[in-house]
């Protein structure tokens, strides 16, 4: 069983910076793309940043610039460095990612999501 464990979330000032870490444990035998979700109330749940195995990144528009994310493959762990934060960037935020077990048959997990709250 793999489970993915976020946290870093909390409360910060506009123009605030958070870290959020997302750690994979359980049987993994390798780690394909991982990404960054997040969900504001009465919203869908939106792609805020990707990362591949080969550490190829994409960004959504609203955080470029201001979002980076980043992987340590040793430690199975994922990171979201939220500088420059915005009331809108308000939101659950959620980690997800590709984990094989056996190298061969790939499953797509998410976390249980950690609250980002930017407000003064």
């Known amino acids: 069983q793999v489970q993915l464990v976020e946290s870093g979330g909390g409360l910060v000032q506009p123009g605030g910076s958070l870290r959020l870490s997302c750690a994979a444990s359980?049987?993994?035998?390798?780690?394909?793309?991982t990404g960054w979700y997040r969900q504001a109330p009465g919203k869908q749940r939106e792609l805020v940043a990707t990362?591949?195995?080969?550490?190829?990144?994409k960004y959504a528009d609203s955080v470029k610039g201001r979002f980076t994310i980043s992987r340590d493959n040793a430690k199975n762990t994922v990171y979201l460095q939220m500088n420059s934060l915005k009331p809108e960037d308000t939101a659950v935020y959620y980690c997800?990612?590709?984990?094989?077990?056996?190298?061969?048959?790939?499953?797509?997990?998410w976390g249980q999501g950690t609250q980002v709250t930017v407000s003064s």
């Open positions: 997800n990612a590709d984990i094989t077990a056996t190298g061969r048959l790939w499953h797509n997990y």
């Open positions: 359980g049987s993994i035998y390798g780690i394909g793309t």
């Open positions: 990362i591949s195995s080969s550490r190829s990144t």
